[in-house]
């Protein structure tokens, strides 16, 4: 009996320690979101501004407003009014790093060892230019049926001066492609340009070399003093200046040779040598106020030498005199060109239906064709011809 009632009593008290633990465990009502009192002597209870409810947000049943006959215990206590809540900065506990600043493009350097792209070609060509005339100055010291030692020292002394002078102007000063590609240009037209003129006047060697020198560096000079400082030469520019000593070349070879063959006396190869340079200076004066399209220009450049080599192969297969073939030729030329720049200068500048037919894959065009004839090739077929573009 004694033991049940020992047992009996165990449970009981386990029963009353349990009862306290039991209802602590009950979640205490939530705060409510807005509230008002209901006594002058209860606080107000206020909604932080993150946490307030939209207003189109449909309103959510909310729990019941203690009275005062809560006891204390089941009351929760006032959440404090937040005045400004502003969302706190996370600070990154990492270590901070320097920010470099981003260069841009245009303040790169092409390499190591050039500013710009046209720095390589510029060097090349004054590198073989000093070393022709060079030579040519050296050999002008060499003693006539003896040996050239003089014009091997003067090559290298030529190279190494040219060579190293461009070098270091190209590296302080960028030099862009087409820049440094009419710089190449003008080096090789002012030398011819100075040879010929040495030759046309009877200088002696040294005399030869030195004006070819000096023609050479300041046609490099004035290229680079005009086109320093700025973006590279346009396609056009470049385009135009092309031109304009391609037809200088060719209408003073015709004019010369026409006048040489009327009046008997020999070919003049002075002012035929001399006209690319100037040709090269009228297109560099003519760029200043022009600005043409890479197109007009082959255009222009094209279809009047097409025409002139067309009429030149006619003429030279029929029985017709040579000045009679080289004025055709060059009014062939001459006429062409006219009506190219006329063209081109009428033409709009909306799309066309063969810019659209280009567009489709396929585009035929018809074209005048040329070609010898007979059983030896002694005669001329012409006739006309269809060009397909795929």
Not at 101 to 130: M, N, W
Not at 194 to 218: C, E, I, Y
Request: hydrophobic residues 45%; negative net charge.
């Amino acid at each position: 009996m004694r033991p049940i009632v020992l047992v009996l009593g165990l449970a009981a008290t386990v029963a009353s320690a349990q009862q306290p633990a039991e209802s602590s465990q009950d979640p205490l009502p939530p705060p409510p979101l807005t509230s008002s009192p209901s006594s002058p002597d209860e606080p107000e209870w206020a909604t932080p501004p993150d946490f307030a409810p939209a207003s189109d947000t449909p309103e959510v049943a909310r729990p019941a407003v203690p009275s005062s006959d809560t006891p204390e215990l089941a009351r929760p206590a006032a959440a404090p009014a937040i005045p400004d809540a502003q969302p706190r900065r996370v600070e990154s506990l990492a270590p901070p790093t320097r920010s470099r600043p981003v260069k841009r493009r245009d303040d790169l350097r092409y390499s190591r060892l050039s500013a710009a792209s046209g720095g390589p070609t510029l060097v090349l060509s004054e590198a073989v230019g000093g070393m022709v005339l060079g030579a040519m100055l050296g050999a002008s010291y060499d003693d006539p049926g003896g040996r050239s030692d003089n014009a091997y020292a003067g090559a290298m002394l030529g190279t190494l001066t040219l060579g190293t002078a461009s070098t270091l102007y190209q590296y302080f000063v960028p030099v862009k492609r087409n820049e440094s590609l009419l710089a190449a240009g003008a080096a090789t037209l002012g030398f011819t340009a100075g040879v010929s003129a040495a030759n046309g006047w009877d200088l002696n060697s040294r005399q030869r070399a030195l004006l070819a020198l000096t023609t050479s560096q300041v046609g490099v000079a004035s290229v680079l003093l005009l086109t320093a400082g700025g973006e590279d030469v346009s396609g056009g520019d470049t385009g135009l200046v092309g031109v304009t000593t391609l037809y200088a070349f060719l209408t003073t070879g015709l004019v010369e040779y026409i006048g040489a063959r009327q009046t008997g006396d020999d070919f003049r190869f002075t002012p035929l040598l001399i006209a690319p340079a100037a040709g090269m200076l009228v297109g560099g004066l003519l760029a200043l106020p022009l600005d043409l399209s890479p197109s007009s220009l082959r255009d222009a450049t094209v279809f009047p030498i097409g025409m002139g080599a067309v009429a030149l192969l006619i003429g030279s297969r029929l029985d017709v005199s040579d000045v009679t073939v080289a004025k055709t030729v060059l009014g062939t030329m001459a006429g062409t060109f006219a009506i190219t720049v006329l063209l081109n200068a009428l033409s709009p500048e909306g799309p066309t239906q063969l810019d659209a037919r280009a567009d489709s894959g396929f585009q035929p065009v018809p074209v005048p064709v040329v070609v010898p004839a007979g059983r030896r090739n002694d005669g001329v077929a012409a006739g006309a011809g269809m060009f397909m573009r795929f």
